[in-house]
Nanobody, 115 residues
Framework: QVQLVESGGGLVQAGGSLRLSCVASGSIFSINAMGWYRQAPGKQRELVAGITSSGSTNYKDSVKGRFTISRDNAKNTVYLQMNSLKPEDTAVYYC?????????WGQGTQVTVSS
């Protein structure tokens, strides 16, 4: 079973930046699309950004132009660069395959944006 471990979250002021990382164990990482998801308190988990095995990307409308997803297949790692953060970006951020797989949800990393 592939394990996904997220890191890089923290507390930041509005307008600040954070870079999240997700390291995957296992050799199947490079052939799969990956996504960054988030779940805010009292809300459903949602897809924020996705990237295919070849590097094509897509984003939730509210983060377009602010967030950038990328991957390094040699390092089995997917990144989420988050700029111009807003309080409404506050959530626990998770990575998973795209579409997501129930068995691969990790602990996530908390992102808190203060106003």
């Amino acid at each position: 079973q592939v394990q996904l471990v997220e890191s890089g979250g923290g507390l930041v002021q509005a307008g600040g930046s954070l870079r999240l990382s997700c390291v995957a164990s296992g050799s199947i990482f490079s052939i799969n699309a990956m996504g960054w998801y988030r779940q805010a308190p009292g809300k459903q988990r949602e897809l924020v950004a996705g990237i295919t095995s070849s590097g094509s990307t897509n984003y939730k409308d509210s983060v377009k132009g602010r967030f950038t997803i990328s991957r390094d297949n040699a390092k089995n790692t997917v990144y989420l660069q988050m700029n111009s953060l807003k309080p409404e970006d506050t959530a626990v951020y998770y990575c998973n395959f795209l579409p997501s797989r129930l068995m691969n949800w990790g602990q996530g990393t908390q992102v808190t944006v203060s106003s």
